[in-house]
């Protein structure tokens, strides 16, 4: 069955300081690879998301970026983190739709990042 | 542009009594519809979806939702909530507009469920 895991599930860092979270999904292949962030009251705003290895799309511009350098790898990063940087980031797999479209999402337990 | 409203924010109701949340989209063409939920502490996961057919569909825990396409809406609903729906729930909506892969998501509504 497929898994997705996702880490640190918590963070504090300064601002300025650097940012990885990562997500890695087991027993799929070639799946599509989401980062989401989740706000209190504001719903859930996608981030980047990945149809393979190296391609990414960003959402909105920001201060964080996205890479994928393995099939079922996705990481999240930012070079200096601000104080808004501060949520709930959530990442999600779907496996590639056939047709236009997205699948069905399913997503990791999130990692909550604090920025001081 | 594209968007999904949900129209109660925050839903406090007793066991045994019926639930239904709004969901409206604004998109003319043709839509894949999903309902997510999020119990406390738990992953964001699929309550249920719609592609085509049976425009009613039941996803689990005795959950429903009907796809009116002229209203734009896929509410949801349950004849009798337990003290375990306690959850925030996520109307999405998928356009099937050329290559779009992204979901459309509503704000979320909160439902507490009082024993």
């Known amino acids: 069955s497929q898994t997705i895991h996702q880490w640190p599930a918590t963070l504090v860092q300064p601002v300025g300081s650097p940012l990885s979270l990562e997500c890695t999904v087991e027993?799929?292949?070639?799946?599509?690879l989401y980062w989401y962030r989740q706000a209190a009251g504001r719903g859930l705003q996608l981030l980047f998301y990945?149809?393979?290895?190296?391609?990414i799309s960003s959402e909105v511009p920001q201060n964080l970026s996205a890479s994928r350098p393995q099939d079922r790898q996705f990481i999240l990063s930012s070079k200096k983190l601000l104080l808004s940087d501060s949520g709930f980031y959530l990442c999600a797999w779907s496996v590639q739709a056939t047709r236009s479209g997205a699948n069905v999402l399913t997503f990791g337990a999130g990692s909550r990042l604090t920025v001081l | 542009a594209q968007s999904v409203s949900q129209h109660n924010h925050h839903v406090i109701l007793s066991e045994a009594a019926s639930l239904e949340l709004g969901c409206n989209y604004s998109?003319?063409?043709?839509?894949?519809l999903f309902w997510y939920v999020q119990y406390p502490g738990q992953h964001l996961q699929l309550l249920l979806k719609?592609?085509?057919?049976d425009p009613l569909v039941k996803g689990i825990k005795g959950f429903e939702a009907e796809f009116i396409k002229s209203k734009f809406s896929f509410n949801l609903r349950k004849p009798s909530v337990q003290w375990s729906d306690t959850a925030e729930y996520f109307c999405?909506?998928?356009?099937?507009?050329?290559?779009?892969?992204?979901?459309?998501w509503g704000l979320g509504t909160s439902l507490a469920v009082n024993p």
């Open positions: 999405a909506v998928n356009p099937q507009a050329g290559n779009n892969r992204k979901l459309i």
């Open positions: 719609y592609f085509s057919g």
């Open positions: 990945s149809v393979g290895i190296g391609q």
């Open positions: 998109y003319g063409g043709t839509v894949n």
């Open positions: 027993g799929t292949s070639n799946p599509n």
